[in-house]
């Protein structure tokens, strides 16, 4: 497969500000956004169509979930949320905030310039802490596991 920014930020091979993750989905911030918090939700296997992925109506639940906590945490108007193809192929869905001062047409813009800080700031704003729900299961179901391999181990002494 081609080189695939979206799948090597899903699996953690490049640095990204995550504000939600789930097993099949993660929502980062975009660091040259349109306008300030734009976020991006994919799905984490390198999908190409919306339209024909089986997990399409999850996907929208998760873009839903992120909508509202960057409406509500940016104190926005409203989200446009647009599925406009990427270089790769992979399926990004983008979430951008819209305040009753946004310029348009969007999509044509400059990136704005965001440092690290301005980031971080936007990503302690938006982080849904779910994520940590989610490490925690993960973690758990580690723990199952390790206790299921001693038992078995035992059971063989
Ligand atoms: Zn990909």
Same mark, same amino acid.
């Given at each position: 497969m081609v080189d695939c920014v979206i799948c090597s930020?899903? $699996?953690?091979?490049?640095k990204s500000f995550i504000i939600?993750?789930?097993?099949?989905?993660?929502?980062f911030l975009d660091i040259m956004p349109r306008v300030k918090g734009m976020?991006?939700?994919?799905?984490?296997?390198?999908?190409?169509?919306?339209?024909?992925?089986d997990k399409a109506f999850e996907l929208m639940k998760?873009?839903?979930?992120?909508?509202? $906590?960057?409406?509500?945490e940016l104190n926005a108007?409203?989200?446009?949320?647009?599925?406009?193809p990427t270089q790769s192929g992979h399926l990004i869905i983008?979430?951008?905030?819209?305040?009753?001062?946004?310029?348009?047409?969007?999509?044509?813009?400059?990136?704005?310039?965001?440092?690290?800080k301005d980031l971080m700031d936007l990503l302690e704003?938006?982080?849904?802490?779910?994520?940590?729900?989610?490490e925690k299961k993960k973690? $758990?179901?580690?723990d199952v596991e390790y206790m299921e391999k001693l038992k078995r181990e035992w059971e063989f002494t």
């Open positions: 930020i899903a $699996q953690k091979k490049i939600y993750e789930s097993s099949d989905f993660i929502a976020t991006i939700v994919a799905p984490k296997e390198h999908v190409t169509s919306l339209v024909d992925y998760t873009v839903l979930k992120v909508a509202k $906590q960057i409406k509500v108007k409203s989200v446009i949320i647009s599925n406009l983008k979430l951008y905030p819209i305040k009753e001062d946004t310029e348009f047409p969007l999509f044509e813009k400059d990136p704005i310039r965001l440092d690290e704003k938006l982080k849904i802490e779910e994520i940590e729900e989610y973690i $758990q179901e580690r």
